[in-house]
Each structure stands twice: as structure tokens, then as C-alpha cells.
């Protein structure tokens, strides 16, 4: 069974700094992907990044990256140069082919909350 | 392009009503999901479409809630009769499947807010 786990319910940052969000995965199908969702307090899902299980190099986005590291099967989240805007939740979540390759499957999700 | 569309953003009913909600999806995505989420249960799905056929329901939670697709851009969800514990908001998404990027990403609409009392 694919799973999900993000292990920080919450997460405090500074301005300007740089975080990591955790993300941990379980499949063992060979082809997969990994996706990360923002949900401001205004509750919409907004899609940030993705990473495929098969990509040779971390996605990039702006100022979002996605530190992939397949034989430890984590997918963090690192957010650089964190502004106010970035206090959200966050959700990682992981397509694979083995139980339907159009259904994601989400972590419980993480609360960040960049103080001035 | 417009994203995905739902209606109503928000709803308030009654235990014993009917509440239908609706989805307008990105055009050209063949792909729609359901989910629900709750402080409970975190985010669910409940069916997705493929052209506009259902392809897995099995996070339906039981008969009251029933779900179509009767064209390729509008779909609804219903749950006949309405309880308390429904009660979450509900969210549609599409994607499109080999989409030029090969991510078959889903978008989400801004989803609707049930509140049954």
C-alpha cells in the first residue's frame, strides 16, 4: 500500500530564512510521483512542485526545491528565503501505478508559520 | 485559463436534505476527483472519472453519496440524505493524463463548504 507520512505537525520560521518540510513515502512500485500542495487559510489546494520517481536531478520552482532522496524515500520541501505569504499548510502526496496511477494519496500535512 | 470551478463555495443545510455540488473542470482535462476533507480524516477521495466515466468509487463512503459526469466539463456530487457528519469540505480536481509536462498534475478547485445541521 502507498503511504504518506509527514512527521511535523507544525513548523516555525523566520523571515528571509530558508525551511525544510518532511516528507516521507512507502510504495514499492518502481514508477511514481511526489507532489507537494500549499492550503492557505483561505483553504484552495495550490500545486507547487513534483518530482518524479525516475527525474535524475531535485525539482526546483521558484523559490521552492524538492530535496529527493529515493533510497531513503523522502521528498522534503525546502522553501528559501520563507516570506508571511508562505504560512500555510502543506501537504505532500505520491501518485504510483500500483493502485490506480491517477490516485494521490496525502500526508496529514504540516503548518508553517513565518513570523516577521 | 480558468481553473477548476465549484459550486456553491459554501452551503448550509439541513439533516435530511439533499445538497448537490457541483464541478466545472479545466477543459481538455480527462481526468475529475472528488475529495472530502475533514480535521478527522485529513483529505479523501472519494471517485475519480475518465472521460467522463467513474473508474474507482471505493472512497464512497456509502449509498447516500452518489457522484456523475454526464459531459466532459460539469460534474456533480450528491448525498441524499444529508447528515451532520458530513459536514467537511469537499473538492474537486482534474488532470490531464500525459500532459505536456508528464506530471498529470491535479488541480483543485477552490472547494465547497458543507455544513449540515
Known amino acids: 500500500a502507498q503511504k504518506i507520512t509527514q512527521t511535523q505537525p507544525g513548523m516555525f520560521v523566520q523571515e528571509k530564512e530558508a525551511v525544510t518540510l518532511d516528507c516521507t513515502y512507502d510504495?514499492?512500485?518502481?514508477?511514481?510521483?511526489l507532489f507537494w500542495y500549499k492550503q492557505p487559510s483561505s483553504g484552495e489546494m495550490i500545486f507547487l512542485i513534483y518530482q518524479g520517481s525516475y527525474d535524475q536531478q531535485n525539482a526546483t520552482e521558484g523559490r521552492y526545491s524538492l530535496n529527493f532522496q529515493k533510497a531513503r524515500k523522502s521528498a522534503n520541501l525546502v522553501i528559501s528565503a520563507s516570506q508571511l505569504g508562505d504560512s500555510a499548510m502543506y501537504f505532500c502526496a505520491m501518485r504510483a501505478s500500483g493502485t490506480g496511477f491517477q490516485k494521490l494519496v496525502f500526508g496529514t500535512g504540516t503548518r508553517l508559520l513565518v513570523s516577521p | 485559463d480558468a481553473g477548476v470551478i465549484q459550486s456553491p463555495r459554501h452551503e448550509v443545510t439541513e439533516m435530511g436534505q439533499e445538497v448537490t455540488l457541483r464541478c466545472k473542470p479545466i477543459s481538455g482535462h480527462d481526468y475529475l476527483f472528488w475529495y472530502r476533507q475533514t480535521m478527522m480524516r485529513g483529505l479523501e477521495l472519494l471517485i475519480y472519472f475518465n472521460n467522463n466515466v467513474p473508474i474507482d468509487d471505493s472512497g464512497m463512503p456509502e449509498d447516500r453519496f452518489s457522484a456523475k459526469m454526464p459531459n466532459a466539463s460539469f460534474s456533480t456530487l450528491k448525498i441524499q440524505p444529508s447528515e451532520p457528519r458530513d459536514s467537511a469540505v469537499y473538492f474537486c480536481?482534474?488532470?490531464?493524463?500525459?500532459?505536456?509536462?508528464?506530471?498529470?498534475?491535479?488541480?483543485f478547485g477552490p472547494g465547497t463548504r458543507l455544513t449540515v445541521l
Open positions: 480536481a482534474s488532470s490531464l493524463f500525459g500532459s505536456r509536462d508528464y506530471t498529470d498534475t491535479q488541480y
Open positions: 510504495t514499492s512500485d518502481p514508477s511514481y510521483g
